[in-house]
């Protein structure tokens, strides 16, 4: 574990286990625990997380580079600096994102593509999404305290409705008042939710790697339609649908660690 510096920003990262380079991506708000969390490398790969830009230990950054672009660059930096050649590259919901930015412009250097329950396509999130979100900064910025932030949040009536819609996805947002350093990132709820990591489908093409696409249903952020919408343009695309969280973490992170696991072993990585 350490930092690399780039753009004049200092990146946290950390690294586990030796073989094939798996650069894993997590989502707006996570960090390296989330996606750690989420999959266990088996032997013979080594995996790679890194806090992205205004999550975990890395700072926000001037808000301008706050982008699709500028975070599929700083993979690139963060490869480049440990020296990697190709290597495999996933992302959990923003990290697929930036995932999908970084393999349509890097698709040379990327051997395999893992999508975990993708929140974007190339349009912004859905307007009712973008809403939440935005509603978590606001409250972040003039509330006089997190807790008090997050108490308004609940009582809200949009946030009511998802909750009992998607209670976990309600759980997820309302972890973000007690994210690590949050009054000084919030601003990346604004920013991102508005952006979109491409401009058309047809860039999608410019993807040659095997990729697998895992998405659920009961997610009204990460939308089953976005895992078909990756399988439909990606040309050499899977799509499984995994179980969703609502039918319990622990199964739905055991069907993200198999599922991925059987993908690896496409890649020929030793030991798999």
Same mark, same amino acid.
């Given at each position: ?44 790969? *080594? ?72 929140? %974007? ?34 009582? %809200? ?9 998607? #209670? ?10 007690? +994210? ?12 991102? #939710? +508005? ?10 093409? *410019? ?33 499984? +649908? ?31």
């Amino acid at each position: 574990m350490g930092y690399f510096e780039h753009q004049g920003m200092r990146f946290y990262y950390r690294t586990t286990g030796k073989g094939i380079p798996f650069i894993m991506l997590h989502g707006m708000g996570g960090d390296t625990r989330q996606v750690r969390r989420l999959f266990q490398p088996p032997e013979g790969v *080594q995996m790679i997380y890194m806090d992205q830009r205004g999550n975990g230990y890395t700072e926000i950054g001037p808000l301008k580079k706050l982008r699709f672009d500028v975070m599929a660059e700083d993979v690139e930096a963060l490869a480049d600096y440990l020296k990697l050649g190709r290597f495999i590259l996933g992302g959990v919901s923003m990290g697929a994102a930036v995932a999908v930015r970084y393999a349509v412009e890097h698709h040379d250097r990327v051997i395999g593509l893992v999508l975990i329950r993708p929140a %974007w396509t190339h349009f912004p999130m859905e307007v009712e999404v973008r809403e939440l979100y935005h509603r978590i900064a606001e409250l972040v910025e003039t509330s006089d305290s997190l807790e008090e932030a997050a108490g308004i949040y609940v009582e %809200w009536e949009k946030y009511r409705s998802l909750k009992k819609k998607a #209670p976990e996805a309600a759980k997820s947002l309302l972890k973000h008042f007690s +994210e690590y350093k949050i009054e000084d990132n919030s601003e990346k709820f604004r920013v991102l #939710p +508005e952006q979109s990591p491409f401009h058309n489908p047809g860039q999608l093409k *410019q993807i040659g790697c095997k990729t697998l696409v895992l998405a659920t249903a009961k997610d009204p952020i990460h939308r089953l339609q976005y895992g078909q919408y990756y399988r439909d343009y990606i040309p050499d695309a899977e799509f499984v +649908e995994i179980i969703p969280k609502s039918e319990g973490i622990r199964k739905h992170y055991e069907s993200v660690q198999v599922e991925t696991e059987r993908f690896l072993s496409k890649t020929g990585a030793p030991g798999i």
